[in-house]
């Protein structure tokens, strides 16, 4: 009958354990331990590394994020828009707010007549108009002094007419040449007292 060899190495007995230490049962069950520890190590490197797909990735690789500041900036246009002046035609001798003077100043209202007026502040070419002007002192009364008036027709910057008074309570009268020429025309009078107070006031009238 025929024996089959054994695979242990016949001789020396060192030889023997030299041939035999792989086969040592504690080294056999270590090596599963060892061999998952390797895998670990080798699934953490491939995730931080971002080989791996998400759903199975122990170690995803740290994600930085980025703060975003957004500046605003407000500016603030200012428009500045400037008027024509417009010459403001008012009704000669309509009653005004009274005026709140200091000492030395009159208060001076011009009166113009009705004859040729045709609207507020309007008067037909042609026409001659009487015209007086109303006096108060910072007192509220006529001047007790002396009260001389000297009056300016003008039409535009264009002097049409000129007249002194001997007393504030004389009229000044507006010949029929004066206003036959249509246009905006402005009347002022300058008033002083023997006191030395003294006061002036213009009327713009259209002549139409």
């Given at each position: ?92 001798g309509s009653s005004s707010t009274p005026q709140t003077l200091s000492p030395g100043t009159l208060a001076i209202t011009i009166q113009m007549g009705t004859s040729g ?92």
């Amino acid at each position: 009958m025929h024996k089959s060899k054994s695979d242990t190495p016949a001789g020396d007995p060192d030889q023997k354990k030299q041939y035999a230490w792989h086969r040592h049962p504690a080294l056999i069950a270590a090596i599963p331990a060892v061999s998952a520890v390797i895998g670990s190590i080798a699934t953490i490197i491939l995730g931080q590394a971002d080989v791996l797909p998400s759903a199975i990735n122990p170690a995803p690789p740290q994600t930085t994020v980025l703060s975003t500041t957004t500046a605003t900036a407000t500016s603030t246009v200012t428009e500045t828009v400037t008027e024509t002046p417009v010459v403001q035609i008012t009704d000669p001798g309509s009653s005004s707010t009274p005026q709140t003077l200091s000492p030395g100043t009159l208060a001076i209202t011009i009166q113009m007549g009705t004859s040729g007026k045709i609207g507020p502040g309007e008067y037909r070419a042609g026409s001659q108009p009487a015209t007086r002007a109303q006096v108060l002192d910072e007192t509220g009364h006529y001047p007790a002094t002396g009260c001389y008036p000297t009056w300016v027709l003008k039409r535009g910057s264009i002097v049409i007419k000129t007249a002194r008074g001997e007393s504030c309570g004389q009229s000044f009268y507006v010949s029929g040449d004066s206003l036959e020429v249509r246009g905006v025309y402005h009347l002022t009078v300058s008033v002083v007292t023997e006191s030395g107070a003294k006061g002036t006031k213009t009327e713009d009238f259209k002549v139409s």
